[in-house]
């Protein structure tokens, strides 16, 4: 069975710094892109960022541009998200997802889904 976890989310002030992993079983990450995306209350799912297998090439939203970083592990079979200059804006719950093709902005191009992890970003 696939299975993705994430972890590392909570609550941070404005400013603040948070590194979120994505734990992979029954896949091998590294053969995969893998997207991350948030979802805020009330709002669609949007992409965050994205990294390629072949090549390791990253890609980014333009409103986490250069704030956050995409990562992988592959002894760990993990990949990480680092999260600096956090904003209020970026409060959401936050998913890592894997797609067998190529990074896409699109949710549905995405087959496995963990459960997502709390950002919380508030004074």
């Known amino acids: 069975q696939v299975q993705l976890v994430e972890s590392g989310g909570g609550l941070v002030q404005p400013g603040g710094s948070l590194r979120l992993s994505c734990a992979a079983s029954g896949l091998t990450l590294e053969y995969y892109v893998i997207g991350w995306f948030r979802q805020a209350p009330g709002k669609e799912r949007e992409g965050v960022s994205c990294i390629c297998s072949s090549d390791g090439s990253t890609y980014y939203a333009d409103s986490v541009k250069g704030r956050f970083t995409i990562s992988r592990d592959n002894a760990k079979n993990a990949v990480y998200l680092q999260m600096n200059s956090l904003k209020p804006e970026d409060t959401a719950v936050y998913f890592c997802?894997?797609?067998?093709?190529?990074?896409?902005?699109?949710?549905?191009?995405?087959?496995?889904w963990g459960q997502g992890t709390q950002v919380t970003v508030s004074s």
């Open positions: 997802a894997t797609n067998a093709f190529g990074c896409s902005w699109y949710p549905h191009d995405f087959g496995s």
